[in-house]
C-alpha cells in the first residue's frame, strides 16, 4: 500500500486565514490613506518586543550599581548583598549591614564594638640597659 497517493494528501490551511485577513486589513488601509495607522501599529509591536530587552539591560545596570561584594568582617567569608539592606553571614551568623563597598557589624543599640589587638609581653630584664636620666636637665 502506498501511503503518499495523491488522493490522501491534506493541506492544513487552519491558521492561515487569520494572516490573510492581517494582511488584507493592512492592504485595505494602506489603500485608502491611513498608512499612519499602519505604522503606529507598527511601531507599538516594535516597543512591545524591545521593551523586555531594555528593561533587562536596566536592571542590569541596576544592579552593577547596587551589588557589594566583599568579605565578612568576622570570618572573612566572601558574601554579596545588595547595598542598604541587612544580611546573616552564612558561615559565622553575624548580622552584617551591607554599605557602599564593604559589610559591617550590625551593633544593638548601647553596644560598644571594639576590636581586639595582641599585646606581646615584654619584661623588664628583656630591655636593653639604658644610662640613666638625669631629672635636674629638664628645667
Known amino acids: 500500500m502506498n501511503q503518499f497517493d495523491l488522493r490522501t494528501v491534506q493541506f492544513n490551511l487552519s491558521g492561515i486565514g487569520c494572516w490573510l485577513t492581517l494582511i488584507g486589513l493592512v492592504w485595505l488601509l494602506g489603500a485608502v490613506g491611513l498608512g499612519w495607522l499602519v505604522k503606529s501599529v507598527a511601531l507599538l509591536l516594535l516597543l ?63 553596644t560598644i564594638d571594639v576590636t581586639a589587638v595582641d599585646v606581646v609581653d615584654v619584661t623588664v630584664e628583656s630591655l636593653p640597659n639604658l644610662p640613666p636620666s638625669d631629672s635636674s636637665e629638664d628645667g
Open 48 to 110: 512591545l518586543f524591545l521593551a523586555p530587552v531594555f528593561a533587562f539591560l536596566g536592571f542590569r545596570f541596576w544592579l552593577q550599581r547596587n551589588l557589594t561584594r566583599a568579605n565578612c568582617p568576622v570570618c572573612e567569608t566572601p558574601l554579596t548583598g545588595l547595598r542598604g539592606t541587612a544580611i546573616a553571614c552564612p558561615n559565622c551568623g553575624t548580622p552584617l549591614e551591607v554599605l557602599a563597598t564593604a559589610f559591617e557589624r550590625v551593633a544593638e543599640a548601647g
